[in-house]
């Protein structure tokens, strides 16, 4: 009894380290199809709705919708007229305040994710936000006041790592990472789960 008891333990607990991880991706992967169906899915719901005069919905709609718009916008942004009308939209949101904090920090990391190319100079670890916890920043600039040394850092919150501190350090505070930007961005964006 007692070696059938162990056997089906020991299977149990096999088959719960298969049928989790395959559980969590179906979960994550099923949130993302919702999220990102609901966004556009919702309005056009509501217009077939309008249209037909009785209660629409088609699972998935959203999503291809969106994509539709997305390829759209990549034949905007690959010829000439696009491209001038993309910079006058740019031109635009980087002026506006609240967008503009929002807007800019995105750009960037889309922009290290597609050229891996950055106005971050380095990845560094600051202490932050006391004494004895380190957080992972990025180097933006360096800059002297009153004939002191300071290094601008921007460091991201989660989980919208686009919005964030610039802190001023000193460079003595300041310690290198051991990552690269790229290495960086990825371990902030995953919330830590990706280890560089």
Known sequence: MEKMIN?????????????IPVGITIFILKFLFNFADGILGTYLDSLFT??????????GLGMLTGAVAIYLTGLLATN????QLL???????????LVRS????????TKVFREGKT??????????????????????????????????????TMPNPT??????FRAEEVQDSGMSVEEAVRFVMSGGVVNP
Do not use: C, M, N
Request: glycine share 8%; no cysteine.
């Open 163 to 168: 919005s964030g501190f610039a802190l001023f």
């Open 7 to 19: 056997h089906l333990k020991e299977k149990f607990v096999a088959g719960l380290f298969v049928v």
């Open 80 to 83: 000439v007229l696009g491209t």
């Open 50 to 59: 309008a249209v037909s005069h009785r209660e629409t919905h088609f699972p």
């Open 87 to 97: 910079k006058w939209g740019d031109e635009l949101l980087s002026r506006i305040p």
């Open 119 to 156: 106005s971050y100079r380095r990845a560094v670890f600051v202490e932050w936000p006391r004494p004895g916890v380190r957080a992972v920043g990025f180097v933006t600039a360096e800059v002297e006041r009153e004939g002191e040394r300071f290094v601008v850092v921007y460091v991201p």
């Open 102 to 109: 929002i807007y800019t920090p995105s750009k960037q990391l």
